[in-house]
């Protein structure tokens, strides 16, 4: 939750508490009272659920892209959205940013009603798209500089928080360099810092890491969990990385075909499927082994994948020799065995009877790279 409870005072005018340099990952909590004030000030409300939604549907035409979603997200939560491509995650927050309008249902976003109030809403969230919004030809400070303008910060204001922003993301020392010359890596973060310039009481961010190498994406992924213990933030994230959710989110709706089809913390979710899970690569014939091994004693769920049989057991130490024993006497060769906990690739799987997979297929709902699910039985 913000730390509301040590901000003494509000201002009725533009007056800005005074606030301390930030610094990095590592920067302390004690900075986020001061911090806190000017979220108040600049468009902040303490509000319990942040973000309230109720039977929100949106149809492109015959396609329903939004089917009665109903949610509630908690002040200072950092909330994962997640789901392949064309599951509607990017659909739902353009509506709660207000960029599209739903067909029908409603949402309230600050306190504020999406339809009747959109200047409100726009001024208490930020959004980091998906897809690149940089001006290339400015340096990383114009950006800023040129963001804050827009959200009508002063001239002074605008030079603090362009360096505090910067500093919380490790660019201070590149504000002055063209943003072409920027990696990947620093570009999504400079996107972030720019989210960040007018204080937002929520983020959206869309896809933060799309595209990176996995040491950027842990590196971005400090920068988010800092935000939300730092701000007090309220962050909501969209991805289609397991691993992500499940390091960065304290709850997760997976989203499949329009629907919420789960919403729980990532360990209660990946409680659902208990136990452990056997991966067998054998020889043929897969489908009479597989077959046989349903009717063993302690194995809760058998699937057949890609020539891997995998298997859903209690006490996996004790199951594996007489999975080898069914082997010899079917005549099958194990060629590989490995045991481990379920993961949420495994819930999604549970939920959905489908994996997550890249896809080269466009998808007009939802301008991100697609997914292709699939799972064989």
């Given at each position: ?107 309230m976003v600050c306190e504020r009603n999406i339809e009747r109030e959109q200047a ?13 919004s940089l001006d290339e030809d400015l340096t990383g400070e114009e950006n800023l ?194 045991m481990r906990k379920p993961n949420l690739e495994d819930v999604f799987i549970e ?27």
């Amino acid at each position: 939750m913000a730390r509301w409870d040590n901000c003494s005072k509000t201002s009725s005018n533009n007056e800005q508490p005074e606030q301390g340099n930030l610094s990095g990952p590592d920067v302390i909590a004690d900075k986020s009272a001061a911090l806190c004030c000017s979220l108040l000030l600049i468009g902040g409300c303490p509000v319990s659920a942040v973000i309230t939604i109720d039977a929100l549907v949106k149809k492109f035409g015959g396609v329903t892209a939004l089917n009665e979603i109903s949610l509630e997200i908690e002040q200072g939560e950092l909330f994962g959205l997640l789901g392949p491509n064309g599951a509607g995650k990017t659909t739902l927050i353009s509506i709660l940013a207000t960029i599209l309008k739903q067909t029908s249902g409603t949402a309230m976003v600050c306190e504020r009603n999406i339809e009747r109030e959109q200047a409100k809403v726009r001024k208490c969230i930020g959004i980091v798209f998906q897809d690149p919004s940089l001006d290339e030809d400015l340096t990383g400070e114009e950006n800023l500089d040129f963001h804050g303008r827009l959200y009508g910060l002063a001239a002074a204001l605008r030079r603090r928080r362009i360096d505090e922003v910067l500093e919380l993301v490790d660019l201070k020392d590149r504000k002055n360099y063209l943003v072409k010359t920027y990696s990947g890596g620093m570009r999504r973060r400079l996107e972030i810092a720019r989210g960040l310039m007018h204080m937002p009481q929520v983020l959206f961010l869309d896809e933060p890491t799309l595209g990176l190498d996995p040491q950027t994406r842990r590196k971005i992924w400090a920068y988010i969990e800092n935000l939300k213990e730092v701000f007090g933030t309220t962050i909501i994230l969209t991805t289609h990385y397991m691993d992500e959710a499940d390091q960065l989110c304290s709850r997760i709706a997976i989203i499949d075909s329009g629907r919420i089809v789960a919403l729980d913390t990532p360990q209660n979710l990946k409680a659902r499927l208990g136990g452990e899970l056997l991966e067998l690569e054998v020889s043929p014939p897969q489908e009479r082994f597989a077959d046989e091994l349903v009717a063993m004693e302690g194995v809760q769920d058998v699937a057949l994948e890609n020539g891997r049989i995998l298997l859903t057991v209690n006490q996996g130490e004790a199951i594996i020799p007489r999975v080898f024993q069914t082997a010899q006497t079917f005549g099958v060769a194990i060629t590989s065995v490995s045991m481990r906990k379920p993961n949420l690739e495994d819930v999604f799987i549970e939920l959905t009877g489908r994996e997550i997979r890249e896809s080269e297929v466009a998808e007009p709902t939802e301008r991100m790279r697609i997914l292709m699910l699939r799972r064989r039985r």
